[in-house]
């Protein structure tokens, strides 16, 4: 039992070139999450999935997309990444079924990327 | 005013002290509360739920206060081991998606020998 994974684990881009960072989760959750965290800031929710087949927008959507390809996995895509996108990403899960305790979230090990 | 706020710290105490951190919150509708725990370079992983009567695991204190909007997290006989960022996380209606659950940045402690 991994629970969430993420890959790349780092990546460095030059401004302009795209990228999916890939996560997924074998808890059988129901929701999704992908944030990004940078200093002082806090984590700020960018996308989230509340189940197989529907996304919604966060607080900072701007600049990515998503896919949530099943209930396992949730990709994000920087289509042309910005040097103001150089940040930490977390992707998260939640069982969210409405039972106590089920929000609770669980997090990837993140991806550090550096967009020159 | 931030929908979640914290004390950034850093908090820098002696192994073995009491130390606490509040997080305020302003949403009074809120419906539950978590502090998570954030080691350097990590992910961010659950400490403990925060309920209403408040409950505590070991060392480890939490409290709601309602009334005035805050909860608490308490840390007795503080370990080397408990240097962390602690993260305070309120969301706002869990029998919705938890589209709207907010992060605090985070309350930096540091335990010295």
């Known amino acids: 039992n991994a629970g969430v994974t993420q890959t790349p684990k780092f990546q460095v881009l030059k401004t302009g070139q795209s990228m999916t960072l890939q996560c997924a989760q074998d808890?059988?959750?129901?929701?999704m999450y992908w944030y990004r965290q940078d200093p002082g800031m806090g984590l700020r929710l960018i996308y989230y999935s509340a189940s197989e087949g529907t996304t919604d927008k966060g607080e900072v959507p701007n600049g990515y997309n998503v896919s949530r390809l099943n209930k396992r996995e949730f990709s994000l895509r920087l289509e042309s990444a910005a040097p103001s996108q150089t940040s930490v990403y977390f992707c998260?899960?939640?069982?969210?079924?409405?039972?106590?305790?089920?929000?609770?979230?669980?997090f990837g090990p993140g991806t550090r990327l550096t967009v020159l | 005013r931030k929908e979640v706020e914290q004390d950034p710290g850093p908090f820098n105490v002696p192994e073995g002290a009491t130390v606490a951190f509040n997080c305020t919150y302003s949403?009074?509708?809120?419906?539950?509360f978590f502090w998570y725990r954030q080691d350097c370079r990590k992910e961010p992983k659950l400490l403990m739920s925060v309920y209403s009567s408040g409950n505590e695991d070991g060392r480890f204190t939490a409290q709601l206060n309602r009334a005035s909007q805050y909860i608490s997290l308490l840390i007795r006989d503080s370990k080397l081991s408990d240097s962390a960022t602690y993260l305070c996380?309120?969301?706002?209606?869990?029998?919705?998606?938890?589209?709207?659950?907010?992060f605090g940045s985070g309350t930096r402690l540091s335990i010295r020998p």
């Open positions: 996380v309120v969301n706002p209606n869990r029998y919705s998606s938890a589209s709207k659950i907010i």
């Open positions: 998260a899960s939640s069982e969210d079924s409405y039972s106590d305790s089920t929000d609770t979230q669980y």
């Open positions: 949403n009074s509708a809120s419906q539950s």
């Open positions: 808890m059988n959750h129901n929701s």
